[in-house]
């Protein structure tokens, strides 16, 4: 024990030593941070003002359209949200010779975003047909902006033709406004929902960038022929268990680190700076525990593997084509999330939870969100816990082959061959 | 008491064996070498008594009782393939190494300090190791390995890579820790080198030990058919019927004498023609030299040609030599 404990210590001060850390630690934060924002400011830029034209041999619905389109929506300035309304500036053209030409031209010089063409219907029974051009593929979100204008004015114009007039058309056409209120539990299952994204997201990264910082040490350690002198007093498993501890360890940090940013920042006041809404973590005790509990279950697991695909590796480009396997499983519950969470007590989310790679979590997802029975927490955690150590067991062994050998990477039956040696 | 005895050691890697029938004791106080051409099982064999790897069959003792990792901090070991922490400081790294053969980290900073000093390379101290020379790598290494003070040291082709002072520096160390009672273990094929330290041999040849002993009953087994003589003038004795091979050098030449029961008189004759024929400033008559011996036990196994091919299959073999 006091072998893993020196492995993992120098792992974890070397590590943390290294301008790398400080460097992914700064900069995966702001990167996402600068994604989230640089996503919100495209999504702004949607709504910019445009400028279209209606063309029309029959100046009244044009105008009525113009009207409706120009006029700023009682509820713009309350909600604010994506579903507000881009101002607009709308010309009316009557259908002319040369009123094809001109629009086109102004379409292409960019004055305008799009035109409406109007032609009347032919005979009596038929309505007009309309016709948008949008300047480019990004205008099309103005089409259903016409649509819902165009009901409005027609909607109006057929009612005053039934003779509502006045206060009571306006009365008739003023939008029903539904007010949200939350349900009882929905924000807990929201924030439980959301949890179990943090989880997913939280290891996918750890294992992504942790899992496989296991496989490059013990890459870095063959390359560098070190652990022969390491082999000579220390067991292969003591030098792998010291190597996942202090690098997970590391990883733990600075996650660590950044929930403790997070949660200081979720406080102060640059998040609604940005439209964000507070953050209200209402976890369970007993969930958080679990949440740690499959959180570092997952990773022992996962690691374990990634260290064998180190052993059985001489470079970092031998190491990413094999990645797959520590992809695909994760992969696989993301494609799952969806069923287990409509459905956490279902026979496919109570089958699939119980299967190693994906207890971390699809179990968590089923313990928050369903009502799993105990001896099905008991049994995947019993199954999670005897495949870590099973795979522990392989790994050192093809650990204890592999760093000793270079040369090609081996195949199927003499990795095999390899487990047989002792 | 032996502190290392292998008997009977056998160790297969699927089809090729790499070592059969080994046996060896290595006694305390005493400088043993293990000889060999490449690929002739003695990394094998080393790495058997270190439990990195297991024998197939046969004993390994260690200290006198059958192999046990617990003794294991007594033993200091010097791989073939050097390999340190790059980015460590080269004290973090001698301590962490202290540290996993039981020293305390204080106790493993003192001790390396005065190692390097001892090794004339404290200035290394400070430096991280990827900064420093091969060579002071190596004497990091070195230190690495004896830190502990450990009973039986271990050493895979230690002199491999250094320049002569240093190599000499490091071959004095290990005398004087032979000196203090410590055992001591190498491995090479600079023969030159075992012949001036080692008390004990063993030469082993395709995974088979084919010569073992200590120097001197090793070198007296041979006959004293070799002569040295150093000459100016004339060199018609080289015609000398007792001649069976020689080697013209710069002003000497190295005789070897035919086979024969009277090799003490052949030699004298020789002298004397010698001395009829040129002048003589040195006439030296020996056994063969361990080089000598080792090529001709290698000869003997196998033939020059053979022997090649059968050295690379197995070289790829120590490949996974595990």
Redesign the interface.
């Known amino acids: 024990m006091h072998?893993v404990w020196?492995i993992a210590r120098?792992e974890y001060i070397?590590r943390v030593r290294?301008r790398g850390f400080l460097v992914t630690t700064v900069m995966i934060p702001l990167i996402m941070g600068g994604f989230m924002v640089g996503t919100s400011f495209l999504g702004a830029k949607v709504v910019l003002p445009s400028h279209i034209a209606i063309v029309s041999s029959d100046a009244q619905p044009a105008l009525d359209l113009q009207d409706e389109l120009e006029r700023p929506r009682l509820s713009d300035g309350a909600q604010g949200g994506p579903a507000s309304r881009p101002r607009m500036t709308v010309d009316v053209m009557g259908a002319g010779q040369e009123t094809q030409a001109i629009v086109d031209r102004d379409l292409d010089s960019g004055d305008l975003d799009g035109y409406l063409w109007i032609t009347p219907a032919g005979t009596p029974d038929s309505r007009p047909t309309y016709t948008f051009t949008p300047r480019s593929p990004e205008q099309r979100g103005l089409r259903p902006v016409l649509a819902n204008a165009l009901d409005a004015v027609l909607m109006r114009e057929r009612l005053a033709h039934r003779g509502v007039l006045g206060a009571e058309l306006d009365s008739m056409m003023h939008p029903t406004e539904i007010a949200s209120v939350d349900a009882p539990n929905s924000s807990d299952r929201e924030t439980k929902e959301v949890s179990v994204a943090v989880l997913f997201f939280l290891m996918y990264m750890v294992i992504m960038l942790y899992g496989m910082n296991v496989a490059r040490s013990i890459i870095e350690?063959k390359t560098?022929?070190?652990?022969?002198?390491?082999?000579?007093?220390?067991?292969p498993e003591e030098m792998m268990a010291g190597k996942i501890i202090g690098v997970g360890s590391v990883g733990l940090t600075q996650v660590a680190i950044w929930i403790a940013a997070g949660l200081l920042l979720a406080g102060s006041s640059i998040v609604s700076q940005f439209g964000g809404q507070p953050v209200h973590v209402a976890l369970s005790a007993a969930q958080v525990g679990y949440f740690f509990v499959f959180f570092l279950l997952g990773y022992l697991f996962y690691s374990s593997i990634a260290a064998a695909l180190g052993a059985m590796t001489n470079s970092e480009q031998e190491l990413q084509q094999l990645n797959m396997f520590l992809v695909l499983p994760l992969l696989f519950c993301f494609t799952a999330l969806k069923a287990v969470m409509t459905n956490p007590d279902g026979n496919l989310a109570r089958g699939l939870s119980l299967v190693p790679p994906f207890t971390p979590l699809l179990m968590y997802l089923r313990v928050t969100l369903g009502h799993p029975a105990p001896w099905e927490v008991a049994l995947s955690l019993a199954l999670i816990s005897a495949s870590i150590y099973g795979t522990i067991w392989v790994t050192s062994r093809i650990y204890?082959?592999g760093v000793?050998?270079?040369?090609k990477r081996p195949n199927l039956p003499e990795l095999l061959?390899?487990l047989r040696?002792? | 008491m032996p502190i290392v005895q292998l008997q009977h050691v056998r160790k297969v890697y699927?089809t090729k064996v790499a070592v059969e029938d080994l046996s060896l004791a290595i006694e305390p106080g005493t400088m043993f070498g293990l000889l060999g051409p490449n690929g002739s099982g003695k990394t094998s064999s080393i790495r058997m008594m270190?439990?990195?790897?297991?024998p197939d069959s046969g004993t390994v003792s260690l200290f006198d009782r059958p192999f046990d990792?617990s003794m294991?901090?007594l033993?200091g070991?010097?791989?073939e393939?050097?390999?340190?922490?790059?980015?460590?400081h080269v004290l973090d790294q001698l301590v962490?190494?202290g540290?996993?053969?039981g020293l305390r980290a204080s106790e493993a900073a003192k001790r390396a300090r005065l190692w390097c000093e001892r090794l004339n390379i404290a200035e290394a101290l400070p430096k991280k190791t990827e900064d420093l020379s091969k060579g002071m790598q190596q004497k990091i290494?070195f230190i690495?390995?004896v830190l502990h003070d450990p009973e039986l040291i271990i050493m895979d082709e230690p002199f491999t890579g250094l320049d002569p002072v240093n190599a000499a520096l490091l071959m004095e160390t290990l005398a004087d820790l032979r000196r203090d009672g410590r055992a001591v273990l190498f491995s090479t094929h600079r023969m030159d080198q075992v012949e001036k330290m080692c008390d004990n041999i063993a030469l082993i040849h395709r995974g088979h030990l084919v010569l073992a002993g200590s120097m001197r009953e090793v070198k007296s087994s041979y006959p004293r058919n070799r002569v040295v003589i150093q000459f100016e003038g004339g060199d018609g004795f080289l015609r000398h019927p007792a001649i069976e091979s020689q080697k013209r050098y710069n002003g000497h030449v190295e005789i070897k004498l035919r086979a024969s029961a009277t090799l003490d008189d052949d030699a004298q004759s020789l002298l004397l023609e010698a001395i009829r024929r040129a002048r003589v400033t040195r006439f030296e008559v020996m056994e063969p030299t361990l080089e000598e011996i080792f090529i001709e036990k290698v000869g003997e196994t196998d033939g020059p040609e053979t022997g090649s091919a059968i050295c690379e299959e197995e070289r790829a073999g120590e490949?996974?030599?595990?």
């Open positions: 072998n020196l120098r070397e290294t350690e560098s022929r070190i652990f022969e002198v390491l082999l000579a007093t220390i067991r204890r082959v000793l050998m270079y040369g061959r390899w040696y002792s | 699927d270190i439990g990195i790897t297991m990792r294991l901090p033993v070991y010097l791989p393939e050097r390999g340190l922490y790059k980015k460590m962490f190494l540290q996993l053969h290494q690495a390995s490949l996974i030599d595990a």
